[in-house]
């Protein structure tokens, strides 16, 4: 299983805009929850977004209004439209996944309940 993990640039003055992708692949069949969580220097990482199989999204408080998840028509790709950036959003963002059905080269599926995660990317916003 590998996660890609893109952002449309990394540097953004407040109240821009920044869009982040991540796509995992692998034999995966299915995920079930994709989302995005965030650690800030000195802070304990932190859920961001998540959105489930069926398309429902679900926010912290900090970034409802502001923050849009979405799954992408390719499969296995989600994403993070980022606006109204302000300082405190500034973090290393981290794209997770939860509740994978792969198929093995037999044929079988397999049905994880382990969280797996992308490499981090750095978003930072200036004031």
């Known amino acids: 299983l590998r996660f890609s993990c893109r952002v449309g640039g990394g540097l953004v003055q407040a109240g821009g805009s920044l869009r982040l992708s991540c796509t995992a692949s692998?034999?995966?069949?299915?995920?079930?929850?994709m989302g995005w969580h965030r650690q800030a220097p000195g802070k304990e990482r932190e859920l961001v977004a998540t959105?489930?199989?069926?398309?429902?999204?679900s926010y912290s408080d900090s970034v409802k209004g502001r923050l849009t998840i979405s799954r992408g028509n390719a499969k296995n790709t989600w994403y993070l439209q980022m606006d109204s950036l302000r300082p405190e959003d500034t973090a290393v963002y981290y794209c997770?996944?939860?509740?994978?059905?792969?198929?093995?080269?037999?044929?079988?599926?397999?049905?994880?309940?382990?969280?797996?995660w992308g490499k981090g990317t750095q978003v930072t916003v200036s004031s």
């Open positions: 959105i489930n199989s069926g398309g429902s999204p």
């Open positions: 997770y996944a939860h509740g994978l059905t792969t198929v093995l080269p037999t044929g079988e599926l397999v049905v994880d309940g382990e969280d797996y």
């Open positions: 692998g034999s995966i069949v299915r995920i079930d929850d």
